[in-house]
């Protein structure tokens, strides 16, 4: 069971940068994703989690309006499309999978049951 992270890296404080994460091992169909991020000195913090059929979603109000997370279960994979990148998004962002009951996503949970690793996102001048 593996989730792989890519696409993180450097961009300028306005830009864009899109995340993915592709599972493998097991179905990503049968979960609820979501993306963390961790800043130096600061908790991890749950940033957008989506539903399994991508019809609820949950965004941290930093990043209201300016992410969007969204799945390809085809593909077996997840993305995370951040617009207007601010410094303070600047972080190691972290994919996840978990169960969960029902189609709502009041929060991302703070222990899902998989993590990926994590990839650099720097947003600077």
């Known amino acids: 069971v593996q989730l792989q992270a890519s696409g993180g890296g450097l961009v300028q404080p306005g830009g864009s940068l899109r995340l993915s994460c592709e599972a493998s091992g097991f179905s990503l169909d049968s979960y609820f994703i979501g993306w963390y991020r961790q800043a130096p000195g600061k908790e991890r913090e749950g940033v957008s989690c989506?539903?399994?059929?991508?019809?609820?979603?949950y965004y941290a109000h930093s990043v209201k309006g300016r992410f969007s997370v969204f799945r390809d279960n085809a593909k077996n994979t997840m993305y995370l499309q951040m617009n207007n990148l601010e410094p303070e998004d600047t972080a190691t962002y972290y994919c996840?999978?978990?169960?969960?009951?029902?189609?709502?996503?009041?929060?991302?949970?703070?222990?899902?049951?998989?993590w990926g690793q994590g990839t650099q996102v720097t947003v600077s001048s």
């Open positions: 989506l539903s399994r059929r991508g019809t609820a979603s």
């Open positions: 996840a999978a978990f169960l969960a009951l029902g189609d709502t996503v009041p929060e991302c949970p703070r222990n899902p049951d998989y």
